[in-house]
């Protein structure tokens, strides 16, 4: 049943109450970086969900695996477990998950999903110290979404065959200082613009507390399912360093109702394709 527009706006306003971290994984101070042992990286915590970003350790570079079709999560996870296994690498290598949405989830509802999720991380033996490594994305596809939450694609560590600096991260969102979300509830062009420069710039600070920048990204991936005008301009302008390579257009929303643009950047030494 359709929300009547009093309610949608009650919604929206309520999402000021969801914890920032659950969102956006935003932090007023970036925490250190800490070695997984067995994995090939080190990551930045976030929070029990999902991690800020992991960066490859010296000796080692991270390989963006995307899946040829989508896959249910169960399936998903056991194409991870094979494709690592076939590979020598352990569980401990996986260092990034992107996943797909049948629909945008209230608040409520995406905690119901993320524990589920988790409790597959503790099965794998990845949480460490209490604290989760493993960078995602989740997206709501606008056309053609999955039936059931679905895998997308991950992100693991093999031997480095460069030497080239590598790292994945957390997809963002408007989320803004404190609880806010900029231009809540508008999708107007002009509200759109402010939302997706916001997100570009923390984007940049997220690369810079990994210790990186835009120029050193393989991959931007964009995820916004309303039009944004000039988007490629403004991306120009604040990101323009990775303009060389692309950015992928995904037409699709964040997880959680009310917000609306999602944007990542991640450096690989490769990109593969798995499942058939």
Not at 32 to 60: D, H, K, N, Q, T
Not at 215 to 239: C, F, Q, R, S, W
């Amino acid at each position: 049943m359709l929300r009547s527009m009093q309610s949608r706006r009650s919604f929206l306003a309520s999402l000021a109450a969801i914890p920032f971290m659950a969102i956006s994984g935003a932090r007023a101070q970036a925490p250190a970086m800490i070695s997984r042992p067995g994995s090939g990286y080190r990551f930045m915590p976030a929070g029990p969900v999902f991690a800020a970003g992991a960066v490859a350790e010296p000796g080692y570079e991270v390989v963006h695996a995307l899946l040829a079709r989508w896959l249910p999560l169960e399936q998903g996870y056991a194409l991870v477990e094979t494709h690592l296994k076939s590979l020598g690498r352990p569980m401990q290598a996986l260092c990034g998950m992107q996943l797909r949405l049948p629909r945008q989830l209230s608040a409520e509802e995406f905690s119901g999903f993320n524990a589920p999720y988790v409790a597959q991380l503790e099965d794998w033996d990845l949480v460490y110290q209490g604290l989760n490594p493993i960078s995602r994305t989740n997206v709501s596809p606008a056309v053609n979404a999955p039936r059931a939450p679905s895998l997308h694609a991950f992100s693991y560590t093999v031997a480095a065959e460069r030497e080239a600096a590598t790292f994945t991260m957390s997809g963002m969102t408007e989320r803004g200082p404190g609880t806010s979300v900029i231009a809540l509830g508008d999708v107007s062009p002009q509200g759109m613009q402010r939302k997706l420069a916001h997100v570009i710039s923390v984007v940049t600070g997220r690369l810079a507390e990994l210790g990186f920048d835009w120029d050193n990204a393989t991959h931007v991936e964009l995820y916004a399912a309303e039009e944004i005008p000039g988007a490629m301009a403004t991306l120009a302008a604040k990101a323009g360093g990775a303009l060389p390579r692309g950015v992928r257009w995904h037409y699709g929303r964040p997880p959680v109702i009310g917000l609306e643009v999602e944007l990542e950047a991640r450096a690989v030494a490769r990109e593969v394709i798995v499942g058939g």
